[in-house]
């Protein structure tokens, strides 16, 4: 289900101002909540980073996560990845391994992820899932990590964290929306509540325009292809398609780079793919004697090489002086 178009509009509408009260509410509840949940938070014995946003739906998270994690793990952490693991079925604390674990199990996103430092044979960072958030974290530092991350942790106040990061979309006209709570506006929680994160990394923002103000110092970065995996693809007619809560960004993302899209095609946010949807997209693809191309996060979830999988990468000047000021935080310099 897409968002509604009322949420990104430049101030509340008619539809966002009936809602209000609603959001109110639920704006409220999310503080009760985070407080509750902040009262007695575990303390880790290693630096905690948290990677979150403040809408629903995707911001550029995991491209995050991956790069910091890979950063780290070549500085000689052993790193760990915690994730809530939306849409799998683990509740207790467990470290994915993509040749035995699924989608169903774990969740789309860590197993993408897992997926990727296993293929990347990056030994050091391992990705962990279960319900309590506080238990997989103390089980990950039991397995001998040095340094967590969390996936999605700006809400999930019961693990203290040494970094707070806020992930923005800077392509959409207004990464904060209308700035109002669900169900008025994208928003988890009030908008003042982002002065709880150190410092925001702000993906995508086209680069010849002046950095918003964000109320937070704010990084610019930019979500790129990774470069063997688009040259196969020059010249040739592409079947896109993904599963993610803006699909449309993949597909820009493709045109950018020069490449010739014969179909775009959307999915919900987490999809799980079934026969029929295989069966539809190999017709499309016969029809336009193309290629089908997808995500990491979709390919998890679909048969071995049945599409041609894209990942992302973080470029960006702003890379250096991120890593400088986290290194100062995380007192690891």
Do not use: C
Request: hydrophobic residues 45%.
């Amino acid at each position: 289900m897409s968002a509604p178009k009322f949420w990104y509009a430049p101030t509340p509408t008619l539809a966002a101002w009936a809602l209000w009260p609603l959001a109110m509410a639920y704006g409220a509840g999310a503080n009760l909540h985070g407080k509750l949940r902040a009262r007695k938070p575990y303390y880790a014995a290693v630096p905690v980073i948290s990677i979150g946003n403040l809408v629903v739906g995707g911001a550029g998270k995991t491209p995050v996560a991956q790069w910091l994690a890979t950063h780290y793990a070549a500085r000689g952490h052993q790193v760990a990845i915690v994730s809530r693991g939306y849409g799998g079925q683990s509740v207790l604390p467990m470290q994915v391994n993509p040749r035995f674990h699924t989608a169903a199990e774990v969740g789309d996103e860590p197993l993408a992820l897992a997926t990727h430092f296993q293929s990347n044979t990056t030994a050091a960072i391992s990705v962990w899932v279960g319900r309590k958030r506080p238990a997989v974290v103390r089980r990950a530092e039991q397995a001998g990590a040095t340094l967590i991350i969390l996936d999605d942790g700006f809400q999930r106040r019961d693990v203290a964290r040494t970094v707070d990061i806020l992930v923005l979309n800077g392509a959409q006209a207004s990464a904060w929306g209308n700035g109002l709570p669900m169900p008025a506006g994208p928003l988890r929680e009030f908008i003042n509540n982002r002065t709880r994160a150190h410092f925001a990394v702000v993906l995508n923002e086209p680069a010849q325009t002046p950095l918003p103000y964000y109320g937070l110092p704010a990084y610019r970065l930019t979500t790129q292809p990774a470069a063997e995996s688009i040259t196969p693809l020059r010249g040739k007619p592409l079947v896109a398609f993904a599963g993610l809560a803006h699909p449309e960004k993949f597909m820009h993302t493709l045109v950018q780079q020069g490449l010739k899209l014969s179909a775009a095609i959307a999915f919900p946010d987490h999809h799980p793919y079934t026969q029929a949807n295989l069966i539809y997209l190999r017709q499309r693809a016969n029809e336009a004697k193309g290629i089908l191309v997808t995500t990491e996060k979709d390919a998890v979830k679909l048969p071995q090489g049945f599409a041609h999988v894209v990942p992302l990468t973080l470029s960006g000047i702003a890379r250096a002086d991120l890593l400088t000021e986290l290194d100062d935080r995380l007192a690891l310099a």
